[in-house]
């Protein structure tokens, strides 16, 4: 385990239905991000597909099977770092699911959304697994996708399974907020990484796609909530996270996030 | 149910040893929101002991029975309002508990604080019963105590198990956060509204009490988890809330924030 692991979300701008096109330009992200020293690179949800389909015969001709090459390929690019991806699996019996891939040298671990928003349910079968909780060289990462981020539940459980950091590749559909408030998704990723005592990294996109405007709310937040790192302007957020923070959840002299837990009273 | 319900959150600054002098600040303070309109006034944590105990002696000599004639007087004082204040609570066998108490007309149900934070290890033991939800004219309202709120399986119990509104006292110890940031506590408040559609009450104190400054973080959250009052400036927080959007968890065309868990997969 690396002390100071070097975390870039990608905030890229994918275009529905250009499949070729979103693959050049995670490729070319995933590239450029270990070039830079990256050991973990996040790219957003359904990067290789874009998100607002226009019908399922749509979004099938986007997806791709869990063991296509471009994976092998965006694992070479990476050159021993880590790849988190969002991107439209064609399952082996022809469902779809709006899956993320967990990728590091020969390692491949799929994981399908299990919350699916709104309108997704009308192109995706949800995903039935808990999220995994991988051991690569610089830490144990968990991976969800968007919405699953807001069930407490599951971050829970990933943080209790011994997550060092949790990658989410999302796709924020705007939302209306008070002045000078963050995007309500990023309250919620807050508040989960600090009473888990885990960084989370959220990889939102940017790009209006058939006129859906995105929060474009990239941000890596480090163990205590804080975030560290967004993408604003450069559109790639890059942080340098003690991973090794996240094994240690003692939050006062008496106090630990995790074991002062009390399931016996929680119903 | 009314669907326009007046809460109160009274910021006050009890001091440690006044026992008298605490009472009447209480007793004041809910006179005086209640002369004001309040259909439910929030007291902070152990408002008529105060925090900073010297010795688990002293803590036992500001502790009062559950039985004890001031709730008597404040459901009178409240006039039909519903009262939560927290309280250092001698039990049965002269255990100590950090308790909150709920009072409306004839209605005392106390809780005791099952989560304790720190040094409060040395001088109460840990309640072992779930918060209560309990149904008054105004609606349903849960009550739990500062750092028991950090839990989101404790908040998503009571959400689940049908509040209206969650009413926390608390005592917010000074914690230092980045430029431009709330209160940690506030964050994880305000997801823990939003990800449950579940208005939250919290009710700090003020007063520097032997060297220990606190947040000062009063907040009532709407159901999306927005701030809608603060204490600032005066010492009290007013906001009207309409108590029966907590009972509409739809949060998307075809999402529903409590039927979407899948708990499953939650392991």
Redesign the interface.
């Known amino acids: 385990m690396v002390a100071r692991v070097r975390v870039s979300c990608c905030e890229l701008a994918p275009v529905v239905g250009d499949l070729a096109g979103n693959l050049a330009q995670a490729s070319a992200a995933i590239g450029a991000a270990a070039g830079a020293g990256a050991d973990v690179i996040v790219l957003p949800e359904l990067a290789t597909s874009g998100y607002c389909f226009q019908s399922p015969d749509e979004a099938r001709s986007l997806a791709l099977g869990g063991g296509d090459g471009i994976f092998a390929d965006w694992a070479e690019l990476a050159a021993g770092s880590v790849v988190v991806a969002g991107f439209a699996e064609r399952g082996e019996d022809g469902s779809l699911f709006n899956s993320a891939v967990l990728l590091c040298e020969d390692v491949r671990v799929v994981y399908r959304k299990?919350?699916l928003?709104?309108?997704e349910?009308l192109f995706f079968t949800?995903?039935?697994?808990?999220p995994p909780v991988v051991e690569t060289p610089v830490g144990r990462i968990a991976v969800m996708v968007c919405?699953d981020m807001?069930?407490?539940?599951?971050t829970?459980?990933v943080a209790l399974r011994g997550a060092d950091l949790l990658a989410v590749p999302t796709n924020w559909p705007w939302v209306d907020?008070?002045e000078g408030?963050p995007a309500?998704e990023i309250?919620?990723a807050?508040?989960?990484a600090?009473?888990n005592r885990m960084p989370i990294a959220c990889c939102d996109r940017r790009g209006v796609e058939r006129g859906q405007r995105w929060n474009e709310a990239t941000a890596i937040l480090d163990e205590?909530?804080?975030?560290v790192a967004t993408a604003a302007g450069t559109g790639v957020a890059t942080a340098v996270l003690d991973l090794s923070q996240a094994r240690n959840k003692v939050i006062?002299?008496?106090?630990d996030a995790l074991a002062?837990?009390?399931?016996?009273?929680?119903?």
Chains 1, 2 share one sequence.
């Open positions: 299990v919350h928003w709104n309108t349910q949800a995903g039935d697994r808990p919405y807001e069930f407490p539940e599951m829970r459980a907020r008070p408030q309500p309250l919620i807050m508040a989960a600090r009473v205590s909530g804080w975030p006062s002299e008496r106090n002062d837990r009390r399931p016996d009273v929680y119903r």
